[in-house]
């Protein structure tokens, strides 16, 4: 199966990218986790990023904060899909590395998650990575069966507490 890079432009933002590693474990979804930073440290970022298809990864998840440019420079330096999550880490709440991180210029995509969006980008990283991996599409398929089957839970309790015409 090929692996996810969960690369991150500082450890400041390793609590956040625990939920991604988390979704990833659960999974079974091989993954490594690297700080690179595209202006702290952009040659070794472009490094990883030339080498990743290479060493066997199938998408790099790029999460940044602030000026964040870490998943745009990694998609500039490789054919793998590249998942941006901008993080919440300024005095701008995220906003900044948001813009940052989802307004690509046409021809080079970045696959842009939510502000802390790691969860999700972790998902989606699985689903692509499922696309070419049966055991692991069928584990996917049976986390989104044991989310609806959580929310339908839940709707039944509240529903009997509240419960309408
Ligand atoms: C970004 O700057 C990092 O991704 C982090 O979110 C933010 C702050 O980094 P530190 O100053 O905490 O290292 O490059």
Redesign the pocket.
């Known amino acids: 199966m090929n692996k996810v890079a969960i690369i991150?432009?500082?450890?400041?933002?390793l609590k956040v990218m625990q939920g991604a590693m988390d979704t990833l474990k659960a999974l079974k979804v091989p993954f490594c986790v690297r700080i690179l930073?595209a202006?702290?440290t952009p040659d070794a970022a472009a490094r990883f990023a030339k080498g990743a298809q290479g060493e066997g990864y199938g998408v790099i998840i790029a999460?940044?904060?602030?000026a964040?440019h870490?998943a745009g420079a990694m998609a500039a330096n490789t054919l793998l899909p590249v998942i941006g999550v901008p993080?919440k880490?300024?005095t701008l709440d995220g906003l900044d590395?948001l813009l940052s991180t989802v307004q690509m210029p046409s021809g080079m995509p970045v696959a842009t998650v939510a502000i802390d969006g790691a969860v999700n980008a972790a998902l989606l990283a699985a689903q692509i990575i499922a696309l070419s991996d049966a055991d692991l599409a069928k584990r996917f398929a049976d986390y989104r069966a044991a989310q609806t089957a959580k929310v339908a839970e839940k709707d039944e309790r509240i529903s009997a507490e509240y419960s309408c015409l």
């Not at 999460?63 to 602030?66: F, L, P, Q, S, Y």
Request: hydrophobic share 35%; no cysteine; charged share 20%.
């Open positions: 991150m432009g500082s450890d400041s933002d930073s202006h702290r999460a940044a904060g602030k964040a870490l993080m880490s300024s590395a």
